[in-house]
């Protein structure tokens, strides 16, 4: 294998097994304690229930941050992996769970601005989410930089790494709506279109833009030997 391409794919392939790996790890923990909690039940639902069950869910999310952080540290030539797990963590968290409850407020009303336009209302998926996949990868590959202590690599991640990664969701996006899986199209939630998209996409996201990761933090680790 060529040198070249190994940090392309050390930061993907840590990007997605650190990220999803956490998240992943967190649902499954999450699924056991709820159903350990007596008088649980996925019909019926409880709050208390619910609020118990997120605990380690979250948990998982956050370690997922942290690992992350590590290993991108790792590939830029860091020896601080406390201060790196911050950065992952703090970088990933905070966005993709404010962007996760703003979403929920934000499409009922966009939905309701393209049906009144007389626009399909499946581009709400893709006006709300690629500009997600941008935000989530630009603002965690800025944290990293940050970690690093970097400020003029810290931007440079956060536009490069943000538009690989909502270049690669809108792709996906579009590849998935030419093959008939359109979001809110008739049929689409016996079939879990939306999931399915949305979880394709996020994956490709993650993929490109740790690519590009791994190779902007080992090029900069070697410039600056």
């Known amino acids: 294998m060529n040198l070249e391409y190994k940090p392309l794919l050390r930061g993907a392939l840590l990007t997605v097994l650190t990220l999803f790996g956490g998240l992943f790890i967190g649902l499954v923990a ?4 709820f159903r350990l909690i007596p008088g649980s039940s996925v019909t019926d639902v409880k709050l208390g229930h619910a609020a118990i069950a997120a605990i380690p869910a ?4 956050l370690a997922g941050g942290a690992a992350w952080g590590m290993q991108m540290g790792r590939l830029a030539g860091t020896y601080n992996p406390h201060r790196m797990a911050w950065a992952g963590t703090l970088g990933f968290g905070p966005i993709t769970v404010a962007l996760a409850a703003g979403l929920g407020v934000a499409e009922p009303f966009l939905v309701a ?3 009144a336009a007389g626009q399909p209302i499946h581009r709400a998926f893709t006006l709300l989410f690629v500009p997600s996949a941008f935000l989530i990868a630009g603002v965690s590959a800025w944290a990293i930089g940050k970690g690093l202590r970097d400020d003029r690599l810290a931007w440079s991640l956060l536009w490069r790494v943000g538009s690989v990664a909502a270049a690669a969701f809108l792709a996906v996006n579009l590849i998935m709506e030419s093959l008939g899986w359109v979001v809110g199209a008739p049929g689409a939630a016996e079939r ?23 190779w902007r933090l080992t090029r900069n680790r070697k410039r600056t030997m």
């Open 30 to 33: 999450g699924d056991l304690v």
């Open 192 to 214: 879990a279109t939306m999931v399915t998209v949305l979880a394709i996409g996020n994956i490709c996201a993650a993929l490109l833009g740790g690519a590009l990761m791994g």
């Open 113 to 115: 601005q393209l049906s």
């Open 58 to 61: 979250f948990g998982g999310f």
